[in-house]
C-alpha cells in the first residue's frame, strides 16, 4: 500500500509531525514568560509526550491527548462505558514514559447537544480507569457546540480530550528522556490489547472500502468488526510505577501510539544516536493482521501507524530484563524482552526484514 490511501484516510504521519514539531518550537518561546519563576519548564529533550515543570523545586509532569476517531466506533456500537480507558492510557501512559506517576485528570467534553446516560456511561467508564490506575478526577467541561459537532448515527456526537499531572517518580531526579541509554540495553516489550486509540481514520477507510457503511456490524470470529476494534486501552503506568517502585532503573519508557513502533521507540533514541534491532516483538492481534490483509497494507506501514501488538517498551540494563518480566507477571501484564539498544541509529525489526532510520 502507498502513502497515497493513508493520505486519502485524513492520515499523514510525516505531515502530523511537522505540524507537531512546529507547534512546539512556537511554544518553547513562552518557556521564558516563566523563567526563574512557578510553573517554569524544564525538559532537556524535545519531542517527547509530556513535558516537566517547576514549581519552587516540585516537579510536575503534564501531557494533553484525546481519543480522536475512535469515539465513532462508540458512536457506532453504541458502547460508550470502555472509551475512559482510551482517554486516560494516553495522557497517564505519556506521563509514565516521562517518568512521572499520574495523579490527577481534567477533562472536556464538547457535544452537539447533550445525552445524560451517554455522558453517565461515559464518566463511569473513566472513573473505573482511575480507579485502576490510582488517578483521581479533579476538574472537567462539558460544553454544547451545536452544529459545529457531527459523528454517527442520531445521537449525541462528542469529542473527548483530556489533560493529566503527575509528579516525578521519588526515584529519580529528572525526567526519562533516553539520555541514560547504553548500547547492548534490553527493549522489554509490553503486550497490547488491540488498537489502543491510534489508527482508526486508516482503519475504518479500510473496513468501510471493505464492507460499506455498516461496516461495524459485520460478523468478526464471535463477536462483530465494531465491538472487536473498540477494545479498550491497557493502561500501563500502574505498572511502571510498580517497576520503579521496585527499584528497577529505567532508562528509557516509550509508549506506542499515533507514528506506531518505529516512530515512537526512535523519539528516546536520537539524542543520544542511538539505534535498536528488534528480534522478539510480540506479534500483532490476529484482527490487526486481517484489517492489514483487508487493506492490502505493507508490513513497513503497518509498523508506522498501529502498535502491532507492543503498546509500550521498556529500556533496562540487560541484567534487570529478567525483574522486569518477573514484576510484570506479578501485576498481570504480558511481557517479553524485545530486542536490544545499539549505535546504529537505525531501527531494524528483524522478522519482518524492515528497517527505520532514527530521525
Same mark, same amino acid.
Given at each position: 500500500?502507498? !502513502?497515497?490511501?493513508?493520505?486519502? !484516510?485524513?492520515?499523514?504521519?510525516?505531515?502530523? &509531525?511537522?505540524?507537531?514539531? &512546529?507547534?512546539?518550537?512556537?511554544?518553547?518561546?513562552?518557556?521564558?514568560?516563566?523563567?526563574?519563576?512557578?510553573?517554569?519548564?524544564?525538559?532537556?529533550?524535545?519531542?517527547?509526550?509530556?513535558?516537566?515543570?517547576?514549581?519552587?523545586?516540585?516537579?510536575?509532569?503534564?501531557?494533553?491527548?484525546?481519543?480522536?476517531?475512535?469515539?465513532?466506533? #462508540?458512536?457506532?456500537?453504541?458502547?460508550?462505558?470502555?472509551?475512559?480507558?482510551?482517554?486516560?492510557?494516553?495522557?497517564?501512559?505519556?506521563?509514565?514514559?516521562?517518568?512521572?506517576?499520574?495523579? &490527577?485528570?481534567?477533562?472536556?467534553?464538547?457535544?452537539?447537544?447533550?445525552?445524560?446516560?451517554?455522558?453517565?456511561?461515559?464518566?463511569?467508564?473513566?472513573?473505573?480507569?482511575?480507579?485502576?490506575?490510582?488517578?483521581?478526577?479533579?476538574?472537567?467541561?462539558?460544553?454544547?457546540?451545536?452544529?459545529?459537532?457531527?459523528?454517527?448515527?442520531?445521537?449525541?456526537?462528542?469529542?473527548?480530550?483530556?489533560?493529566?499531572?503527575?509528579?516525578?517518580?521519588?526515584?529519580?531526579?529528572?525526567?526519562?528522556?533516553?539520555? #541514560?541509554?547504553?548500547?547492548?540495553?534490553?527493549?522489554?516489550?509490553?503486550?497490547?490489547?488491540?488498537?489502543?486509540? &491510534?489508527?482508526?481514520?486508516?482503519?475504518?477507510?479500510?473496513?468501510?472500502?471493505?464492507?460499506?457503511?455498516?461496516?461495524?456490524?459485520?460478523?468478526?470470529?464471535?463477536?462483530?468488526?465494531?465491538?472487536?476494534?473498540?477494545?479498550?486501552?491497557?493502561?500501563?503506568?500502574?505498572?511502571?510505577?510498580?517497576?520503579?517502585?521496585?527499584?528497577?532503573?529505567?532508562?528509557?519508557?516509550?509508549?506506542?501510539?499515533?507514528?506506531?513502533? #518505529?516512530?515512537?521507540?526512535?523519539?528516546?533514541?536520537?539524542?543520544?544516536?542511538?539505534?535498536?534491532?528488534?528480534?522478539?516483538?510480540?506479534?500483532?492481534?490476529?484482527?490487526?493482521?486481517?484489517?492489514?490483509?483487508?487493506?492490502?497494507?505493507?508490513?513497513?506501514?503497518?509498523?508506522?501507524?498501529?502498535?502491532?501488538?507492543?503498546?509500550?517498551?521498556?529500556?533496562?540494563?540487560?541484567?534487570?530484563?529478567?525483574?522486569?518480566?518477573?514484576?510484570?507477571?506479578?501485576?498481570?501484564?504480558?511481557?517479553?524482552?524485545?530486542?536490544?539498544?545499539?549505535?546504529?541509529?537505525?531501527?531494524?525489526?528483524?522478522?519482518?526484514?524492515?528497517?527505520?532510520?532514527?530521525?
Amino acid at each position: 500500500m502507498s !502513502s497515497k490511501m493513508t493520505k486519502s !484516510s485524513g492520515v499523514d504521519i510525516d505531515l502530523g &509531525n511537522r505540524c507537531s514539531k &512546529n507547534a512546539y518550537a512556537i511554544s518553547k518561546t513562552t518557556f521564558q514568560n516563566r523563567a526563574g519563576k512557578p510553573g517554569m519548564p524544564v525538559m532537556d529533550v524535545d519531542g517527547l509526550f509530556s513535558s516537566m515543570i517547576d514549581f519552587n523545586g516540585t516537579k510536575i509532569g503534564i501531557s494533553s491527548d484525546g481519543i480522536g476517531t475512535k469515539i465513532e466506533l #462508540a458512536e457506532r456500537t453504541g458502547i460508550y462505558s470502555t472509551i475512559g480507558y482510551d482517554l486516560l492510557a494516553m495522557v497517564a501512559d505519556d506521563l509514565a514514559a516521562g517518568g512521572f506517576v499520574p495523579t &490527577n485528570i481534567s477533562n472536556i467534553i464538547d457535544a452537539d447537544f447533550l445525552d445524560y446516560d451517554i455522558i453517565d456511561s461515559m464518566m463511569q467508564g473513566l472513573k473505573e480507569a482511575c480507579d485502576f490506575s490510582d488517578v483521581a478526577i479533579s476538574g472537567g467541561e462539558i460544553a454544547e457546540l451545536g452544529s459545529r459537532m457531527n459523528g454517527y448515527g442520531d445521537r449525541m456526537h462528542f469529542n473527548w480530550c483530556s489533560t493529566a499531572i503527575g509528579i516525578l517518580h521519588k526515584s529519580l531526579s529528572a525526567p526519562l528522556d533516553g539520555n #541514560a541509554l547504553s548500547d547492548g540495553d534490553a527493549i522489554i516489550s509490553l503486550r497490547s490489547r488491540g488498537f489502543r486509540s &491510534n489508527g482508526f481514520s486508516l482503519l475504518r477507510k479500510i473496513l468501510s472500502d471493505k464492507f460499506g457503511d455498516a461496516w461495524h456490524a459485520e460478523k468478526y470470529m464471535d463477536s462483530t468488526y465494531g465491538e472487536t476494534v473498540l477494545t479498550p486501552s491497557l493502561i500501563y503506568s500502574p505498572l511502571i510505577c510498580a517497576l520503579m517502585d521496585d527499584g528497577v532503573a529505567c532508562k528509557g519508557v516509550v509508549h506506542v501510539t499515533g507514528g506506531g513502533v #518505529a516512530d515512537n521507540l526512535g523519539r528516546i533514541l536520537k539524542d543520544g544516536g542511538f539505534g535498536a534491532q528488534l528480534t522478539n516483538l510480540f506479534e500483532p492481534h490476529d484482527i490487526m493482521k486481517h484489517i492489514q490483509q483487508l487493506g492490502d497494507v505493507s508490513d513497513d506501514y503497518a509498523y508506522r501507524y498501529w502498535n502491532m501488538g507492543n503498546g509500550m517498551f521498556v529500556v533496562v540494563s540487560p541484567d534487570e530484563a529478567e525483574k522486569v518480566l518477573a514484576v510484570a507477571k506479578e501485576n498481570n501484564y504480558e511481557a517479553c524482552v524485545a530486542g536490544t539498544i545499539n549505535k546504529s541509529s537505525r531501527i531494524t525489526i528483524v522478522e519482518k526484514n524492515l528497517d527505520y532510520p532514527v530521525e
